[in-house]
């Protein structure tokens, strides 16, 4: 948890740097991706097989942070059935985690895309130009915690 609690910490300290706070869309779409390959990469291209996204909570930043004005701390709970992919994104002044809470997450992350399997307690550290995707290669149902920085408002 102190490592979780120390990242989340970080994040928030280096977007309240002047600059980095862009309200640029939530996940952007394919042709803002890198032309490196990415997209030969057998990635999931569409997101598929989520069974809820249940949206627990955000708080505004803009009290704590003034050159984040416009944003909020966002907190959802996120179920893929097994077989279910999340598809290939980018985050761009978009920082966040994923927790496991139940079963398991493949993450694929460029470059190389080489397979991460995540399970109870994995966390996945989303940063400003990570490229992933993720997809439910287990046996039953994966849930996850995601908290990001997002424009006030996204659902």
Do not use: C
């Not at 989340?8 to 394919?30: C, D, E, F, H, W």
């Not at 990635?43 to 930043?61: C, D, E, F, N, Y």
């Not at 895309?113 to 966390?123: D, I």
Request: aromatic share 4%; proline share 9%.
């Amino acid at each position: 948890m102190l490592r979780t609690t120390a990242s989340l910490s970080l994040a928030l300290t280096l977007l309240a740097t002047p600059g980095l706070a862009q309200p640029n869309g939530v996940v952007p779409a394919k042709e803002q991706l890198p032309a490196d390959g990415y997209h030969q990469s057998g990635a999931a291209s569409v997101t598929q097989g989520v069974l809820a996204i249940r949206r627990l909570g955000a708080q505004p930043l803009d009290h704590d942070f003034p050159t984040l004005a416009g944003r909020e701390l966002r907190i959802r709970e996120i179920t893929v059935a097994p077989g279910g992919s999340i598809a290939l994104h980018r985050h761009d002044h978009r920082p966040g985690l994923a927790y496991i809470l139940e079963g398991q997450m493949t993450e694929r992350r460029g470059p190389g895309f080489a397979p991460l399997v995540l399970g109870p307690g994995g966390v996945a550290l989303e940063a400003t130009g990570v490229t992933h995707w993720w997809r439910n290669e287990g046996k039953g149902p994966a849930r996850a915690l995601v908290v990001d920085i997002v424009p006030k408002g996204t659902p």
